[in-house]
């Protein structure tokens, strides 16, 4: 098989296109015959930064962990029905050395999950990290339940920061499946119209003067929730919306990587800052956000292309390369590899 690969941390030049044997799968897992491989900015920063103080957890990575394809066989232990499923795939390269890169997969069978008749590869690979970091954005506020479904956020008011971008979008739309009031911040025209798009009920341009009373003006008691993709540079806004009891969902870093709070104040009005590193959770805890997210595929409430406010960008697997720099440059949309 066809595969990406690098065996040192760095720029887009350790990424070498290989043959390699195609995996078999164990015991509980599936072998998965790759349409498309969905990029992520953590596939970067791994190739960049590494695994663990700078190094690899393995001599040889090939890198992704979302993506979608077809089941082509099973190992024991796990139904022999599932040869012939059109799956999308998570974490499929976390702890492990193979990710999506490549024209064939092996992973756990739990880490495939089948999409339902209507939804398309392409939304398969574009799921992945982005919704599974979304839902758990938004189960974070203090008030918030635990899992997510229709009804699930009635009465609550969202905000979505950076509503345009990957799980900015994967937030709007299952906040809105969920019943929130979804208020979703941008920073250009364009990007207000892939917002709206997505669904937001409401959006608001967060370089605007009156970006705060835009928001209080939706909301006038404030928000009970924001996913925040900027912690450090949107400190002042956010504290400025946020409702008594309100809670900061953040699953980005920016600049410096700090953020300084004042203490004083989120006691006061008794504030939480939720960080958010879902490859990091619980097993309990992925397998119900996977099941609500997957529920959310099978409602249609997810949904990818740039009339549903998350523009395609495709590249063929020997520009893999190509498809890192992009979304490190911060590209607008999905960047996806196509392997099918």
């Known amino acids: 098989m066809k595969a990406i690969v690098y065996s040192s941390v760095g720029n887009r030049d350790v990424l070498g296109l290989v043959d390699r044997p195609v995996p078999e799968p164990g015991a509980g897992e599936v072998l998965v015959q790759v349409a498309i491989s969905g990029v992520n900015a953590t596939d970067w920063k791994c190739r960049r930064f590494g695994h663990a103080e700078g190094r690899l957890m393995y001599p040889e990575v090939i890198p992704h962990h979302d993506g979608s394809g077809v089941i082509e066989a099973v190992g024991p232990d796990v139904a022999a029905e599932r040869v012939g499923q059109r799956v999308w795939m998570w974490e499929s390269a976390w702890r492990r050395p193979q990710g999506t890169a490549a024209e064939f997969v092996v992973l756990p069978s739990r880490q495939a999950v089948q999409l339902p008749p209507g939804a398309s590869l392409e939304l398969g690979a574009s799921i992945g990290l982005p919704a599974l970091v979304a839902h758990r954005c938004l189960t974070s506020a203090q008030q918030a339940p635990a899992r997510l479904g229709p009804d699930t956020l009635a009465g609550h ?22 019943g929130a009031t979804v208020i979703a911040t ?48 949107n400190l002042g806004l956010d504290l400025d919306v946020l409702a008594p009891g309100g809670t900061v969902a953040a699953y980005g870093t920016e600049g410096d990587g ?33 099941a609500d997210v997957a529920a959310a595929v099978a409602d249609g409430a997810l949904t990818v292309g740039e009339d549903a406010g998350l523009p395609l960008h495709r590249y063929p697997l020997d520009r893999t390369g190509d498809a890192h720099d992009a979304v490190e440059g911060g590209v607008t949309g999905k960047v996806l590899i196509d392997l099918g």
């Open 186 to 233: 941008v920073g250009s025209p364009e990007k207000e119209k892939l917002a709206r798009a997505a669904g937001a009920e409401h959006v608001v341009h967060h370089r605007s003067d009156s970006a705060a009373a835009d928001i209080r003006a939706i909301a006038p008691a404030g928000v009970s929730l924001i996913t925040e993709v900027a912690p450090s540079a």
């Open 157 to 178: 008011t969202v905000l979505v920061a950076g509503g345009a971008g990957g799980v900015g979008h994967a937030a709007v739309q299952l906040a809105t499946w969920s």
């Open 258 to 290: 700090e953020v300084r709070l004042p203490t004083r104040l989120l006691m006061g009005r008794n504030l939480r800052y939720q960080f958010v590193l879902t490859l990091t959770l619980t097993p309990e805890e992925k397998d119900a956000a996977v």
